[in-house]
Every structure is written in structure tokens, then in C-alpha cells.
């Protein structure tokens, strides 16, 4: 019974640029049925669209964007009771996995950067991809492209999370493949010409 609306009005809320918030699901709570508090979430929308004004809004989908994409790990223990259990096992594996992925972990930070490298070359490919505008692959690429737009732009509306992107990866890393390609592509193009000449 908590509609669209009190996601829309969570994905506004500036202290928390638009990430989860226990006042805001307060606020929905308090009222008595989902009539009431879809009214109230509009209410509380508006005004917090009136606060922004067009340059103040946005700024803040400026930050929320990079809410959503700043970071590799996808805000790998940033919130709530991370680990619901700690396996207690002493083999080589889990021991090893306990170093990089848990956050007391010999080698998390060397995890950290490695997927935040990682994660910044797929965004850079991306951004390359952007302007590829290959005929014969165009109906593909415009499809990778949508989806790509079609995320952002919802998760820009709603509740940000960097977890949320967890889902869509793998059209992430085909957009940022196709980016690559056309990069590839490019420099061999630009080396037969400094051959031909």
C-alpha cells in the first residue's frame, strides 16, 4: 500500500539526495489509507519541487546522479545490518573471499578500487558509445542506448540507490563493449590513414 507516489516523494527528499529516509516513510505511514497518502505524498512532491525551483532542482539531480553512478562497489556495506550471518568456516576459500569482500577484510580496500577502476572505465566507455552511429547496427545500439536512459531516468525520479544498477549490468557492459569497439574501430581507421598518407 505504499504507492509510486511515496517513492517519487523519497527521490525528492534534498538532505538524503533522494536516497531512503525514516522520516519520509513516517510521513506516509501517518496516514489512514492509500487515498489519504497518495494525496499527502503529491502534496509534499509539489512543494518540494516548488523548494528546488528549476536551477536548485537541477543542481540536486546533479548530485543525485552521482549518488547513483559515483561508486564501483554499488555502496557494498553502506547500509542497514550488512551481514545477516557471519560464516564461521576456516577453509582457504571463504578465507580468501573474507579478505576482499568483507569490510575488516586484509584486501577490502584493494577490492574497492579495483571495481571503482573498473566501474569508471565502463562509464568512460559509455560516454564513447554515445557517438557511435553505425548504420548497419543502429536499431541495436538504440535499443542499448533507450534501456541506458530508461534507468537513469527512472532511478532519477525515484529512490536512489547504487544497488539499484546491480540489476541492470549487463547492459551497462554491452553499451560499454559496443563503446570499446567503436573505439577500436576508430584508431584503426585513423592508422590506415596515417599509413595511406
Known amino acids: 500500500e505504499i504507492t509510486i507516489t511515496h517513492f517519487a516523494m523519497l527521490g525528492l527528499n534534498k538532505e538524503r539526495d ?23 505524498n503529491l502534496q509534499e512532491i509539489s512543494k518540494r519541487l516548488k523548494d528546488y525551483g528549476p536551477i536548485g532542482y537541477g543542481s540536486f539531480l546533479i548530485k543525485k546522479n552521482l549518488v547513483i553512478l559515483n561508486d564501483g562497489t554499488f555502496a557494498w556495506e553502506q547500509e542497514g545490518d550488512f551481514y545477516a550471518v557471519i560464516n564461521k568456516g576456516n577453509g582457504r576459500l571463504l578465507s580468501v ?57 527512472f532511478l532519477l525520479i525515484f529512490e536512489a540507490r547504487a544497488r539499484y544498477l546491480y540489476l541492470y549490468l549487463p547492459i551497462f557492459i554491452i553499451g560499454a563493449t559496443l563503446g570499446m569497439n567503436y573505439l577500436v574501430d576508430r584508431c584503426k581507421i585513423q592508422s590506415n590513414r596515417q599509413v595511406e598518407d
Not at 106 to 115: A, D, S, T
Request: aromatic residues 16%; proline residues 1%; charged residues 20%.
Open 18 to 40: 533522494g536516497v531512503y529516509n525514516d522520516q519520509d516513510m513516517a510521513y506516509s505511514n501517518s496516514f489512514p489509507n492509500v487515498e489519504e497518502r497518495q494525496k499527502g
Open 97 to 153: 573471499l573474507r579478505a576482499y569482500y568483507y569490510g575488516d577484510g586484509k584486501y577490502h580496500e584493494i577490492y574497492k578500487l579495483v571495481v571503482q577502476i573498473f566501474w569508471i572505465f565502463v562509464l568512460m566507455c559509455l560516454v564513447i558509445f554515445s557517438f557511435d552511429h553505425k548504420k548497419e547496427e543502429e536499431q541495436t545500439h538504440l535499443v542499448i542506448k533507450l534501456a541506458i536512459l530508461g534507468i537513469m531516468i
